[in-house]
T-cell receptor, first 109, second 115 residues
Framework: RKEVEQDPGPFNVPEGATVAFNCTYS??????FFWYRQDCRKEPKLLMSVYSSGNEDGRFTAQLNRASQYISLLIRDSKLSDSATYLC??????????FGAGTTVTVRA | EAGVTQFPSHSVIEKGQTVTLRCDPISGHDNLYWYRRVMGKEIKFLLHFVKESKQDESGMPNNRFLAERTGGTYSTLKVQPAELEDSGVYFC?????????????FGPGTRLTVL
């Protein structure tokens, strides 16, 4: 079983739409959770950390459900610049990041 | 602040040859990590250095891979001899200490193709 499973998409949405997707993780001892963004042929960059109480960063909202081992990301009012691959990332110990395969989002004009 | 840099950006070699990838972390970052993404798969952890010491190399695929970080600055990852399945993108990342609470910053990656 993969450590982190994601719906690969693609999600193809118009500008201004809301898009949401999620991932599940297998290690119940995981301590930290993140969403990274990766543009085509670029490096992954941290989008936001995910906290148990849920958190927002502008148009982005992340939720964590530890009981179900489930993490979600919601993007409101999508912009063309939001087109990217979104990586669900889990840290089980102090340093080792476990990545999902990514969810592709394309925002069209 | 300069980011993590990696060299080369692309490498095409034949099966059986040797390739050495280099990573220069952000200045002052004691922690250095190597990850790789093979075709169609997720990014996977290879190993972690704290300064010049290997803390965890549990993700290294086999003994054809050798990572070093002499002097605790830049790191090299050597693949010898390269096999077809080694093709992929090799990412380096770095972070300040302590590793547990610090963001890992990724370099642009080296795209390795083994023919």
């Amino acid at each position: 079983r993969k450590e982190v499973e994601q719906d690969p998409g693609p999600f193809n949405v118009p500008e201004g739409a809301t898009v949401a997707f999620n991932c599940t993780y297998s290690n119940s001892a995981s301590q930290s959770f993140f969403w990274y963004r990766q543009d085509c042929r670029k490096e992954p960059k941290l989008l936001m950390s995910v906290y148990s109480s849920g958190n927002e960063d502008g148009r982005f909202t992340a939720q964590l459900n530890r009981a179900s081992q489930y993490i979600s990301l919601l993007i409101r009012d999508s912009k063309l610049s939001d087109s990217a691959t979104y990586l669900c990332v889990v840290k089980a110990n102090d340093y080792k990041l476990s990545f999902g395969a990514g969810t592709t989002v394309t925002v069209r004009a | 602040e300069a980011g993590v840099t990696q060299f080369p950006s692309h490498s095409v070699i034949e099966k059986g040859q040797t390739v050495t990838l280099r990573c220069d972390p952000i200045s002052g970052h004691d922690n250095l990590y190597w990850y790789r993404r093979v075709m169609g798969k997720e990014i996977k952890f290879l190993l972690h250095f704290v300064k010049e010491s290997k803390q965890d190399e549990s993700g290294m695929p086999n003994n054809r891979f050798l990572a070093e970080r002499t002097g605790g600055t830049y790191s090299t990852l050597k693949v010898q001899p390269a096999e077809l399945e080694d093709s992929g993108v090799y990412f380096c990342a770095s972070s300040r200490a302590p590793a547990g609470v610090r963001e890992q910053f990724f370099g642009p990656g080296t795209r390795l193709t083994v023919l």
